[in-house]
């Protein structure tokens, strides 16, 4: 019998769809002409008997007492559900409303999200609840003695019983289905933020269905595989203190974390970079609004990754985000700087430039250059004094060596074809 999400049905005529019925009931006519009377009263009484299978409901399953869990609807679910089965007892042709309505009950406790254990609690709490007023309404109008109802008993429980599986195999797929297409909706909503900007009233609704703070402390990590060992993640990862979401983004995986009060750090150690993997990592951002300038500034990051296996923090990076984000203006600096070079035999050049490189990592020091390139200092000197010449630049004035610094990093980046003047835009522009 539907409950209460609706009362069941009863439906002691349809043997074939529920089994044989037993002896007594199929020997006794007596007994279905009294199920029959039994029906027909217990319909006359419409919603003061409804109203009493709904009150026995809340006062038996608390979840359905109280006001802010209940559904809404359960006194309309309970009287329809009551008179379908009642007249499914009556006419055996209705079964087929019975069923339908039993579905689309199941279906929609599932969307509503309701617990299923719930239901069902309430259903059979319902389905006890008519079954006493069937024996109620022929002892109180005289409709013969009560206990010609047991020989109907078997048949009105496997009924209900039935029902019951009915709505939990409705429920069960309904909640599959609203899996996915939240999921789906997880999906579009997250894309949505992550390209746009604006519109205060979409961010707010994101919030709610992305179960995220609107003010959130939030960084984004976009994740490249280069072929042929790279593998994207096909899922978030788990860290501990820090909620994730995984969103597909073309070639890549976008990565975003909430970090509650926690520091960047913790993100970032647990994300992995295994082999043919490359992940750049946006500052900490405030906000949802602010998720699609995250996104832009991991990208940045990871156009400055070294090699495959690294995890690159923007906020670590900043000279070299600033180069990769306007790619013509750093291939004219390259150009610029470094263009002299590129009349020399290759293997001097490099010899030159690696010399010029390990020097500057060295903090200046031509003595610790000499020891980490195997050779004398004053080969490191001679070195550094043929670069200025061929170069014009002077490595003791401060704007000299930034210019310096900043055009092998563009070098580096960008390849030999920035100096040369033949770097092409990088083709997904200022958006990554």
């Not at 007249?87 to 279906?107: A, N």
């Not at 959130?216 to 790279?230: H, I, Q």
């Not at 490099?350 to 031509?366: F, K, Q, Y």
Request: hydrophobic share 45%; glycine share 10%.
């Amino acid at each position: 019998m539907h409950n209460g999400s609706a009362a069941g049905s009863i439906r002691p005529r349809f043997p074939a769809d529920f089994g044989a019925p037993s002896a007594d009931s199929a020997a006794d006519p007596s007994a279905l002409l009294l199920f029959d009377r039994a029906c027909r009263s217990l319909l006359a009484y419409g919603t003061d008997f409804t109203d009493g299978v709904v009150a026995r409901i809340r006062a038996e399953v608390p979840y359905y007492a109280d006001p802010v869990l209940a559904p809404s609807d359960v006194r309309t679910t309970v009287r329809t559900g009551i008179r379908h089965g009642l007249e499914t007892g009556l006419d055996p042709s209705r079964i087929v409303d019975v069923e339908r309505y039993t579905r689309e009950l199941g279906i929609r406790r599932a969307e509503q999200g309701r617990p299923l254990d719930e239901v069902l609690h309430a259903f059979r709490v319902a389905g006890s609840g008519v079954w006493n007023g069937l024996v109620g309404v022929v002892e109180r109008d005289g409709l013969g003695e009560a206990r010609g109802l047991v020989h109907v008993a078997e048949m009105v429980w496997k009924s209900n019983d039935r029902d019951a599986v009915m709505v939990a195999d409705a429920y069960r797929q309904a909640v599959e289905g609203v899996a996915g297409r939240h999921a789906e909706r997880v999906r579009l909503i997250l894309a949505a933020l992550l390209e746009a900007r604006g519109e205060p009233g979409f961010t707010r609704s994101a919030a709610d269905v992305l179960d995220l703070p609107l003010d959130g402390r939030f960084a984004v990590a976009v994740v490249e595989a280069t072929p042929p060992y790279g593998r994207l993640p096909g899922g978030a990862p788990e860290i501990a203190g820090v909620r994730v979401l995984h969103q597909a983004w073309g070639h890549r995986v976008v990565l975003v974390a909430h970090l509650a009060d926690g520091p960047l750090d913790t993100f970032v150690t647990g994300l992995a970079a295994g082999p043919g993997l490359r992940i750049g990592v946006s500052p900490v951002v405030p906000g949802l609004e602010s998720l699609a300038r995250a996104r832009d500034m991991a990208g940045l990051a990871l156009r400055t990754c070294r090699g495959d296996g690294e995890i690159a923090r923007l906020d670590g990076r900043l000279p070299e985000g600033l180069l990769v984000s306007r790619p013509d203006l750093s291939a004219a600096l390259t150009q610029r700087v470094l263009r002299p070079l590129y009349d020399l035999d290759p293997v001097d050049r490099e010899m030159l430039l690696d010399t010029v490189n390990v020097w500057i990592e060295s903090g200046g020091s031509t003595a610790q250059a000499a020891r980490r390139m195997f050779c004398h200092r004053n080969t490191v000197l001679n070195r550094l004094r043929r670069f200025e010449q061929i170069t014009g630049l002077a490595l003791a004035r401060p704007r000299d060596l930034v210019h310096l610094t900043l055009a092998l990093d563009a070098h580096r980046l960008l390849g030999p074809a920035a100096a040369l003047g033949t770097a092409e835009p990088d083709p997904d522009g200022q958006r990554t």
